[in-house]
């Protein structure tokens, strides 16, 4: 009787031993998926590199190009002699365009003298503050000398300018553009693309003041 009993568990251990052996492995854990793929998201507050359009002040005759040329907006109703003024706001950077008549031949130092008169809150020129610095013949008729400045802002941010000042035939012509940012490589982005942005200063022709003619209905 002890070696039936005997065989039956050992015949229940080896029965068990090959269903253990057939049952099929156990699933390998799946990882997750990976966020390679996933485009990085867009920071709304950043001024970036896209949607580039031109704007335009029939007041001044000028125009000129700017990055996120939509999230632009005007601070307030341009007056004949005023400045241009543009906010971008995700941003709080800030445009600035004045156009006023002066000497019959000033030159660029001259019209600088007269905007610093004018305009309160411009950074000095100095090796502290001097980023880059550059002259160039726009728009038609102007030697305009664009210049990049950094400097402390409010608290542990960074301020930058930009100052574009051209002198032409009997008058001068200015673009201050100033924004603030949390770190020096923001900064550097954002005086890169003002800079290209006030590159662009143009005169406004007199076909960008005509409309387009509609068509005829019949």
Known sequence: MRATNSLIVSATLVATSLLGACAPPPAAAQPPPSAAGAPAPQDASALQDRSWGVVRSPLLGLKLALPEARAWLPERRA????????????????????????????????????????????????????????????PEGFLTRITLLAAPGRGARLQGQVLAIGAGVGECISVVARTECATEAELAERLRLLDASVGHLRLVRIEDRVPDPQPISR
């Open 79 to 138: 007056l004949p002699g005023a400045a241009w003024e543009l906010r971008h706001e995700p941003t709080q950077t800030s445009l600035s365009v004045h156009r006023w008549r002066s000497s019959r031949l000033p030159r660029v130092d001259s019209c600088e003298v007269e905007l610093r008169e004018r305009t309160p809150g411009l950074l000095s020129v100095d090796e502290i503050n001097l980023v880059a610095r550059r002259e160039v013949r726009i």
